[in-house]
Structures are given as C-alpha cells and as structure tokens.
C-alpha cells in the first residue's frame, strides 16, 4: 500500500538561512516584495517574529526593501543559521516560497491560489494533458495540493494531490460550485472524477511534465536545493516486519454492524430483509404534499412507486408496507405552487403545519437551484413539524430502486421510527458521544456554535442542542473557531447532570483550543468524568492507494493508517471497499477516488487508544439514517452538528438555547 507523499533525500539541516533583524515600516508593502524578490531570483524571503529569513542575495534584499519603503534603513543584527535551528514554521514557509516562485512560476502555473495551497497552469498554455474541455470555453485544469511536513530526522515530506477546478477561459477565473449548471456537473463527474489508479497515473504524469528526471526539484534563490523522490511513500501492514526507518504503517478495522428487528448485518439494506429496529411499532404516517404545478405528475407517480413498489436494474423495492410494517396515507389535497418564491412555500407549509398530524411527513418537492433550503427547514423547526425535501430531479433520479429505499428509510425516520442500531457498543463504559460544528457568518462575523449531538454507547441518538454564541471582540483575535472556556463549561455541565455519564468522547470539526481543554479538565477534577477531545478533519490533501493487483487501486473502508511520530493521529478510510455479509467486497465509491479522515486526539483521558477511538469513529459513519449505503463518509457527529450549526442563524438570536429534540428533525 501506498499513500501520495513524497520523500526528501536531503535533510533541512544542512541548508543554511541568513536570519537578519529588521523593523517593519509597511507590512503589507513587506508581503508584496517577499513573493516579488522570489519571482525576480533575488531571495526567498520570510519575515518572522522581528526577523527577516533569507535564502538568496541578502544585500541586495534588504537593499531592494529599504528603497520600497517596507523595512527601516538600518538593520539591528544579521546571522547565519541552519534551517534545523529555526521555527518550522519559517522553514516551511521558505520551501513554499521556493516551490511556488521558483518552480511553478517558471512553468507558467499559478501559484498559490490566493492562500490555499494549490497550483493549475495557465489556461492559455496548459497542455491537452492537463486540461479538459468541458463546454464552451469551460475547461478543468488538472494541478496540484501541496503540503510540507516536518518528520523528526529533519526531512520534510512532501504531500500532492491533484487539484481540477472548473476554469472559465473567457472570463479567466474558477468557477464555484454556485455557478456549475446540472449539465456542468453531470460533465465534469464523466471527464474530471478519477478513480484511484487513473488519479494516480495523472499525478505521475503532472510532475513528469513539471520536473525532469527521477525527481522533485526544490530550488532556493541561494543555489540551494530538495529533491524529493517521485516514488509514493510506501506503507507495511501493521502486522508485518517493517523497516525501523518507515515513518507509517497500516491495518484494517472490521465493518461495524447493525442491528435490525430479526437480526443484524454490515449492510444496511438488508433492512428490505431484517426490517428495521422499531418494526410495526408505527401502524400510519400520513403524508401531505407540496410541489410545483409542473411536477404534481412526477410526484404522484414516485409516491406510487414508494408506497407499492418498484422493480429496477439492481434490485426491488417491495413497498413501503411490506418493508417498513407502516402505511403511508397521503391526503389527495397535494398543494400546487406556481415557482420557486419563498413566500408562496411558507405560505403552503404554515397552512399544512397547523392541519399535520404530529407524526405526519410532509414532502416539499423544490426546483433544482431552490436558494431557500435552511430557511424552510429553520420553519419545519420552529413550528415542530417534518418535512422532506426533495429536488425535482430526485424523482426521475436512477437508480430509482436506491433513491426509493432511502428516502423512505428518511420518511420512516422521520415519523418515529427506528431504522437501525448499531450492533456492538461503542464502549464498554457508560459514556455519551457529542459532536460539536461550528458556522461562521462571513457577512456579520457571528459565530454560531454548540450545534451538539449526544448519542450513548449504542449508539442511541439522545438529544440535541444548539446554542448560538457571538464571540467577544478579544476572543475573535484568536485564530480558529472554539467555544469559550465558560461556554464550554457550562455546555457539558447541562450534558452531565442530564445524562450522569461517566465518560465522555467529544468530536470537533475544528482544531480543539486551550479554553475548551480547561473546561474538560476542570470538569473532570470536579465530577471525576473521562473525557477524550477529538479534532476530526474532513479537509486534508491525504489519499491511500494499493497495488496494482487491486481493482483499480480502490483501498478498503476501515483502512487505517498510523504515524509513528504522532501516535495520536490517525488517517482513516471511511469510503472505499466495503465487506458485506458474505465476505464479499462491495465497491462503493465507483466515481472518484475516496478520501479519507484525519483523527487528531488532542486530550484524552479515558482508556480508549488511538486505535479504538478511530473504530469508534468508524462505527458512528455507520448511523446515519439518511441512507442505506454501507459506507458513509462523515459520522453523524459532525455530520448533523455541522447541519445545525449551519440552521443555527435562522432559528434564533442572542445567546438562547434552542433544543432540537432529536436527529430525525435534521434528516
């Protein structure tokens, strides 16, 4: 097995640094002539606490700086160190000066994009291998993500994944995904999505195009250079004699099961087989309708195929009935709107919410590029009332029989219902598992936090809360999004006395902060609870390949890759192959190459290991009632905290706490 880094074959102590004290006249003229100075081979520059670092022609740098008004005329101290004696962070910094400004502007790429580390060619003279034509002078450029990582010998590692942005070349820019049309997407799916082996082989050929040789050339303004070899770092099985000098190894965790009424299963479809958890406990769920004039047809001919059946490609949908032990009562009165205005739907769903029934679903079927979403959704919150949104292409969407089994796995959730539990307990100890997301309103600069789902060790969804805090001016100089020490505090207080756990696991999709590591220990020194924080970062530049002998280089769920130098990091599959029943392997994510999860434990108190946390985390993917697939990316603590967070600005204001019953109203 292999994974997309890169080695050094030099050691950053053996490069040397000019290291020069200077006082900063204008910070931001300083910025612009470090990637100028770069560009113009004079130096590679970073400036540091009150140092100037330099690689390159340092009088001609600081003299070239003190004529541009950046830095003072005169110089308090200049020293020569090597680059192993400096912060990381400067030597991390210098190397992508050098990558970016020596190497791929001189290739005619464009790097980095704003302050992202990415690269594409230019459009003008990329060529046809790294670009593809989409439609009408809209094209994918086919670059680069980059990262450097520091081991403790003193080399850097350096990480590539390829980077395809949709590029408008009329208007020469990027493309967001607001602006893709259906068409554009459906496109860029057939010619941009890779599978591993050919994402593979596309990287080969990127940097075959950029560096010549059997290396990867990183060179400095001062003649100094890092090769960094072409080949994948390769990886051993953790069971397996490795090399002492190997940096990573790797294992497979076990499937995680889940328990339905007459049985369990890895395949949360067998629920057409098993039925689910709380079968026949619902007798009726009524349904009423909202959908637009064109689409009432489309509509009822879906409703049709839900609640009798469908035969598809793939397998049959036997009915909602049959599967679920529940009859679904639509009312005939399915309300007809004219467009897409927001008015005429909370019009139609406050009528139908004052006549619903309390377990009763309502569906609300939306045009394709529908901009309301959060805003009907915070509504169907608010009033204590169901919905389920669909878009118009969900009706017609193949394979059907999938579309089918899941929404009505949704429905049935959603009235009460109980698809599936998990079959093994997360732990042996009584402890509740919360997940925490954050939502940052870029036009108020409000953060909303505390979106917090609690589940017990069986995975038994207990409660939800969300709590909007807007952070004092002091503490939004901090970088990062956090909850503050006395937020936090109280936050988990509420858990503890409701819950009395006796240990406690916390997901964060952010990086965990001081304040929120004193809140937890304060609590437990005071009630004598376990915690464990846990940062679980869904954006990384890792992929994990495996050998050619593997069906296009698709690696296995559950894979999961250990750092010997960071025991408590963990990269994790959870898409890719999967196990089924008969030990026969599922090939789930069929467009794309997966990308896995990076677990950081940056406090942990309980006596779960690195390895059982990442199992644990593995496990929650697999509770997520929205669908029937057997893998699942994201566990439903971040997945359903980050929902909520982001609902958070159109439910309420100020500093109330607002309490979402249950997970089912965020489906």
């Not at 003008?124 to 990262?147: H, P, Q, R, T, W």
């Not at 005429?344 to 079927?365: C, G, K, Q, R």
Request: proline share 5%; charged share 30%; hydrophobic share 40%.
């Amino acid at each position: 097995m292999f994974i997309n880094a890169f080695s050094s074959e030099e050691n950053i102590s053996d490069l040397k640094v000019a290291k020069v004290a200077v006082a900063v006249r204008d910070m931001k003229r300083l910025s612009q002539y470090e990637r100028m100075l770069s560009l113009s081979g004079v130096a590679n520059c970073v400036f540091y606490g009150d140092y100037l670092y330099v690689k390159g022609d340092v009088d001609k740098a600081i003299d070239i700086l003190t004529r541009g008004g950046a830095i003072m005329s005169k110089t308090l101290l200049r020293d020569e160190s090597l680059l192993s004696q400096v912060e990381p962070k400067v030597t991390r910094m210098l190397i992508y000066s050098a990558l970016e400004n020596n190497v791929f502007q001189e290739r005619n790429w464009i790097a980095p994009l704003r302050k992202t580390k990415r690269a594409i060619p230019k459009a003008d003279v990329a060529s046809d291998n790294l670009m593809v034509e989409l439609k009408d002078e809209i094209i994918v450029l086919f670059g680069l993500k980059y990262m450097i990582e520091f081991r403790s010998t003193g080399q850097p590692l350096l990480w590539l994944d390829m980077y395809a942005p949709v590029w408008s070349r009329s208007e020469a820019r990027r493309l967001s995904r607001k602006e893709l049309t259906e068409e554009l997407k459906a496109l860029y799916v057939k010619k941009a999505m890779l599978p591993p082996h050919k994402r593979h082989e596309k990287i080969k050929s990127i940097l075959d195009e950029l560096f010549e040789g059997d290396v990867i050339k990183v060179t400095f303004c001062d003649g100094e250079t890092l090769n960094f070899s072409k080949e994948h770092v390769h990886i051993f099985e953790l069971e397996e004699p490795a090399s002492p000098t190997e940096s990573f190894s790797f294992m497979k965790l076990g499937e995680p099961a889940v328990r339905f009424r007459y049985g369990g299963s890895y395949e949360p479809r067998r629920i057409l087989r098993l039925k689910p958890y709380s079968y026949y406990v619902i007798k009726e769920i009524p349904v009423k309708a909202i959908v637009g004039a064109s689409e009432k047809e489309d509509f009822i001919t879906f409703f049709r195929y839900l609640n009798n059946g469908y035969s598809g490609d793939y397998m049959r949908w036997p009915g909602f009935y049959q599967v679920m032990g529940a009859h679904l009562i639509l009312d005939e009165d399915v309300k007809e709107i004219g467009g897409d205005n927001l008015s005429e739907y909370e019009d139609a769903l406050l009528e139908m919410f004052n006549e619903a029934e309390e377990n009763s679903v309502i569906f609300v079927i939306v045009p394709e590029n529908f901009r309301f979403y959060r805003k009907i959704k915070a509504l169907s919150l608010q009033r204590k009332r169901r919905i389920q949104i669909l878009k118009t292409s969900t009706l017609r969407k193949e394979p059907l029989e999938f579309t089918l089994i899941n929404v009505a796995n949704a429905v049935y959730a959603k009235a009460e219902g109980t698809p599936w539990l998990l079959e093994n307990p997360l732990s042996a100890t009584k402890g509740l598992f919360v997940g925490i997301s954050f939502h940052l309103d870029h036009k108020s600069k409000d953060i909303y936090y505390g979106a917090a789902e609690v589940f017990d060790n069986r995975g038994y969804f207990l409660k939800c809360l969300v709590r909007t805090y807007r952070l004092p001016k002091p503490a939004k100089k901090v970088r990062g999004l956090y909850i503050p020490e006395k937020e936090m505090e109280d936050l988990v207080m509420h858990l503890i006395k409701e819950y009395r756990p006796r240990m406690l696991i916390i997901h964060k999709s952010a990086k965990i902060h001081e304040d929120e590591k004193r809140a937890l220990e304060n609590i437990r020194v005071k009630n004598g609870i376990d915690y464990c924080l846990v940062h679980i970062e869904n954006s990384n530049p890792y992929r994990i390949y495996v050998p050619r002998d593997q069906p296009n280089y698709m690696p296995l769920r559950g894979t999961i890759i250990f750092d010997k130098e960071k025991r408590n990091r963990t990269i994790m599959l959870t898409t890719g192959q999967a196990i089924g029943d008969r030990g026969d392997i599922k090939t789930i994510t069929k467009i794309g190459s997966p990308k896995p999860l990076e677990i950081n434990i940056e406090e942990n108190k309980t006596p779960h290991n690195v390895r059982e946390i990442s199992e644990q985390i593995l496990a929650l993917t697999k509770l997520d009632w929205n669908t029937t697939n057997i893998a699942v990316r994201t566990p439903i603590t971040i997945k359903y905290s980050n929902k909520a967070a982001r609902l958070a600005p159109y439910l309420m204001g100020g500093e109330k706490l607002l309490s979402i019953n249950d997970i089912r109203d965020l489906l």
